[in-house]
């Protein structure tokens, strides 16, 4: 299929064949994907938390609602937050771009301290809802990703975050959860599966300039 195709393919999937499972494989893509998507400045205060085991997810099941797409698919896919960007985030990003391209800290000390300035003048409040803008990103990425590996998704923002996190321990990585991926495969009677999409008509959505 082309990349329309793929995205036509594409939907929210509403029950999943809980007996088919990714391969380790198809995990790894979707780890990279995440690894690699566009962050503002490149900084990287989101975390993907991937859950397998069901018994770990069965809890989660009444804090997102009783959407039963946590439990059902292949794996769960938690974007997180990390609850404080730190003096220390922005200097490991830049030495870490030190160690990988090799740039001297001359060149990048005034970036550092720009960036640095910059968070310090935000609220707790604001850097994580900075960060929450990232997270997006990684939703919509992974959600392509997922379409073009013939993967079903559904993403969810519909659960209680902090529900989530007491469960899942996240508060111990220093992490919120903010948004939600099931990931797997359609199950055959999922009747949403040939609905028609709904969409604008192209002139409607779209300004040529």
């Not at 088919?20 to 994907?33: F, M, Q, S, V, W």
């Not at 962050?39 to 959407?67: C, M, W």
């Not at 922005?90 to 301290?113: A, F």
């Not at 797997?184 to 040939?194: E, I, K, T």
């Amino acid at each position: 299929m082309s990349t329309i195709e793929k995205l036509k393919w594409r939907y929210a999937t509403k029950k999943y064949d809980s007996n088919k499972i990714l391969t380790a494989k198809k995990i790894n893509i979707l780890k990279e994907a995440f690894n690699l998507t566009a962050t503002s400045f490149g900084l990287q205060t989101i975390n993907l938390v991937i859950v397998k085991d069901k018994t770990k997810r069965q809890p989660l099941l009444e804090s997102a609602y009783g959407q039963k797409q946590v439990v059902e698919s292949s794996h769960l896919l938690v974007i997180c937050i990390q609850n404080n960007i730190q003096d220390h985030d922005v200097n490991d990003y830049y030495d870490n771009i030190n160690n990988i391209r090799g740039t001297s800290h001359e060149i990048l000390d005034p970036y550092r301290k720009s960036l640095v300035k910059m968070m310090r003048k935000m609220t707790i409040e604001e850097r994580q809802q900075w960060s929450k803008n990232q997270a997006y990103i990684a939703l919509g990425n992974l959600m392509t990703v997922c379409a073009m590996e013939d993967i079903d998704s559904t993403p969810m923002e519909g659960f209680d975050p902090v529900q989530f996190d007491t469960i899942l321990n996240l508060d111990k990585h220093g992490l919120k959860s903010v948004l939600l991926l099931p990931v797997g495969y359609r199950a055959s009677d999922d009747m949403f599966s040939s609905f028609k999409k709904v969409r604008k008509p192209l002139e409607e959505s779209i300004i040529e300039l």
